[in-house]
């Protein structure tokens, strides 16, 4: 099925580090959003971004809606344990279905 | 306001049976989608509804259908089950005076098929 194209796959990283993932897509997306996903739990949203060139911020996490509606990245500042889980993005372009697209997501380990 | 709740948590079938899982979505959402996620992969759309009807289909074969109820909740029943079936089954529900895209998500069924 159709994917974004996430990277990285994998990061390890220590505490207190400044983190930063992407997403772009072949197609253009009019809605784009981050969630993160625990073992053994659902995703859960994190940040939605509505306008190409939007820059948003939840707490310590920032993420943009790219220019050509075609990426997105996520910003994660000052890292904490409770960071550690995977990040998707997904792309929403259907008018009418609200179907989302998701990355392979990011994995994020942290070393204390 | 109570979230996304879906069951059973987890479900063992073989191979040729049916299955039906459940989603009762979050407080005043009326729109429910469903997901499959295998391992290591992202979650990949199956089907939408809407009013109680299907509302966008994914990728997948009609011996994967629905049914949405009057009090929003869903079913997803999956016939004739493969071993590729296996996977983790998340349900989202979206309000109708939220974003787009804004879809909040159960904890997911966790589906083995043998």
């Known amino acids: 099925g159709q994917q974004l194209n996430q990277s990285p796959q994998s990061m390890f990283i220590q505490e207190g580090e400044d983190v930063s993932m992407n997403c772009t897509s072949s197609?253009?997306?009019?809605?784009w959003l981050w969630y993160k996903q625990e073992p053994g739990e659902g995703p859960v949203l994190l940040i939605a971004?509505?306008?190409?060139?939007e820059l948003t911020s939840n707490g310590r996490l920032t993420a943009q809606f790219g220019i050509t509606r075609k990426d997105s990245f996520l910003n994660i500042s000052a890292s904490i344990p409770s960071d550690v889980g995977i990040y998707f993005c997904?792309?929403?372009?259907?008018?009418?279905?609200?179907?989302?697209?998701f990355g392979q997501g990011t994995r994020l380990t942290i070393n204390p | 306001e109570t979230g996304v709740t879906q069951s059973p948590t987890h479900l063992i079938k073989t191979r040729g049976q049916q299955v039906t899982l459940r989603c009762s979505s979050q407080?005043?959402?009326?729109?429910v989608s469903w997901y499959q996620q295998a391992l290591g992969q992202g979650p990949q759309f199956i089907f939408q509804?809407?009013?109680?009807?299907?509302?966008g289909r994914g990728n997948f074969p009609p011996r994967f259908s629905g049914l949405q109820f009057p009090n929003y909740s869903s079913e997803l029943n999956v016939n004739a089950l493969e071993l590729d079936d296996s996977a983790l089954y998340l349900c989202?529900?979206?309000?109708?005076?939220?974003?787009?895209?804004?879809?909040?998500f159960g904890p997911g069924t966790r589906l083995t098929v043998l």
């Open positions: 997904a792309g929403q372009g259907d008018q009418g279905a609200q179907k989302l697209v």
């Open positions: 407080s005043g959402h009326n729109t």
């Open positions: 509804y809407y009013r109680e009807e299907e509302n």
């Open positions: 971004l509505y306008k190409a060139g």
């Open positions: 989202a529900s979206t309000h109708p005076r939220g974003g787009g895209g804004e879809q909040f």
């Open positions: 197609s253009i997306f009019n809605t």
